[in-house]
């Protein structure tokens, strides 16, 4: 059996497996904290430091942070000390967990020292070049696995064509992934000051065989000679993993229904040895507002809508905000204590996705089809079975 039909089973399987989970009903539990590299793999390599160690200490600092403040949180490693895992057994050990969160955290590079900033990535197709390299630079760990052509069945992370069966996937927790994304990109500008390069999505290893919302973090770019100073001193990676855990804090609380983060919960604890002040005011989450566009929750038959999501954000933005990029009839709904944006009311999903290249023409190269039945979101494959019936 070739490496297609071997890759295309393992995902059809992967995502069969994923479909049963409910979106809905989730609490934040167990979180695991993925230190990209160790040991042998000392991943990038700046002009005075090593991926494999900037990763540790972030890692272990945002694990102090979450359990120093989120007593109910239980933090599983993937390591603590500077060892090689291999990129299958990190997901296996968040799988084996139940863990509610994944959360593997990387230093970024570039032949250039110019490049700059911070990105975090959620499972998906590449959407551009520069993507699909950052997906290889990290995934060509598995050439320094023992046995690794069997492990992933003939897969080859220098190869483009590889990357295309990733589309296949059917991952039951990209919106989720994707909200958790955007709060971390949102901490990383306001506590970090480091450029911020978006939420993307790529075919990464590591977060293709997890079973829970999932992030790959690229926290700055060790090839930048100011950066890596940054991400080097106790100072920079204190306030990078901070901002990770107020992502996660906040994430937590929202789909715990439990409203903002800030509004229920006391001023954070640092650890002892940390004496910077990193907390920063935020803006009080405002409560549950009618949706701009009643149809992106409410079908006035039995059949479902499709939309496409295209951003997200915080604070509400006016339909004619510059963010949209000249799109018009944007409509809103309230997630997980985020906006979110769509456009489109089609009843076919082939409809919505023709939606997207338009989208990605305007810059929006991460949209993504939503579907909504009676005032509820839905998934993909709930409104499959509506439509069978």
């Keep these: 059996?070739?490496?297609?039909?071997?890759?295309?089973?393992?995902?059809?399987?992967?995502?069969?497996f994923l479909?049963?989970?409910?979106?809905?009903?989730?609490?934040?539990?167990?979180?695991?904290?993925?230190?990209?590299?160790?040991?042998?793999?000392?991943?990038?390599?700046?002009?005075?430091?090593?991926?494999?160690?900037?990763?540790?200490?972030?890692?272990?600092k945002t694990g102090r942070y979450i359990e120093e403040n989120l007593k109910d949180v239980e933090v599983i490693y993937t390591r603590k000390t500077d060892v090689f895992v291999e990129l299958y057994r990190r997901a296996k050990i968040a799988n084996e967990?139940?863990?509610?969160?994944?959360?593997?955290?990387?230093?970024?590079?570039?032949?250039?020292?110019?490049?700059?900033?911070?990105?975090?990535?959620?499972?998906?197709?590449?959407?551009?070049?520069?993507?699909?390299?950052?997906?290889?630079?990290?995934?060509?760990?598995?050439?320094?696995?023992?046995?690794?052509?069997?492990?992933?069945e003939g897969f080859d992370p220098s190869s483009p064509e590889g990357y295309i069966?990733?589309?296949?996937?059917?991952?039951a927790f990209l919106d989720q992934s994707l909200d958790l994304a955007s709060r971390i990109q949102k901490h990383f500008r306001e506590k970090v000051k480091f450029s911020d390069r978006g939420v993307k999505q790529a075919g990464f290893l590591v977060l293709y065989k997890t079973t829970m919302p999932s992030v790959l973090i690229e926290t700055g770019f060790i090839s930048n000679l100011n950066e890596e100073k940054v991400l080097k001193s106790d100072e920079g990676q204190n306030k990078l993993a901070f901002a990770i855990y107020k992502a996660v804090k906040e994430y937590k609380y929202a789909v715990e229904k439990h409203g903002t983060a800030d509004n229920n919960e006391q001023a954070d604890i640092l650890p002892s040895d940390e004496t910077k002040d990193l907390i920063i005011a935020e803006t009080p989450d405002q409560g549950n507002e009618t949706p701009s566009d009643p149809s992106a929750n409410v079908s006035d038959s039995n059949a479902p809508v499709y939309k496409v999501q295209f951003y997200l954000s915080k604070a509400k933005l006016s339909p004619n905000a510059p963010e949209f990029n000249g799109l018009k009839d944007v409509s809103w709904y309230r997630h997980m204590g985020m906006y979110k944006y769509t456009i489109g009311n089609e009843k076919k999903a082939e409809d919505a996705q023709r939606l997207i290249k338009g989208l990605a023409a305007k810059g929006f190269k991460d949209a993504f089809v939503v579907v909504f039945y009676k005032g509820n979101r839905i998934t993909i494959e709930e409104a499959e079975k509506l439509l069978k019936n």
């Design 165 to 171: 069966f990733f589309s296949m996937l059917q991952n």
């Design 19 to 60: 479909l049963p989970f409910s979106v809905g009903a989730q609490k934040v539990k167990r979180v695991v904290i993925d230190a990209g590299h160790g040991g042998h793999d000392s991943g990038a390599v700046g002009k005075s430091s090593k991926e494999k160690d900037i990763a540790l200490a972030i890692a272990l």
């Design 1 to 16: 059996m070739g490496f297609k039909r071997k890759f295309s089973i393992i995902i059809l399987l992967t995502g069969l």
């Design 97 to 152: 967990a139940k863990a509610d969160l994944f959360i593997s955290i990387h230093c970024n590079a570039n032949p250039s020292t110019l490049p700059s900033g911070s990105e975090t990535y959620v499972m998906g197709l590449h959407k551009s070049n520069a993507n699909l390299a950052v997906a290889q630079l990290e995934n060509a760990s598995i050439l320094l696995e023992d046995d690794y052509h069997v492990q992933y």
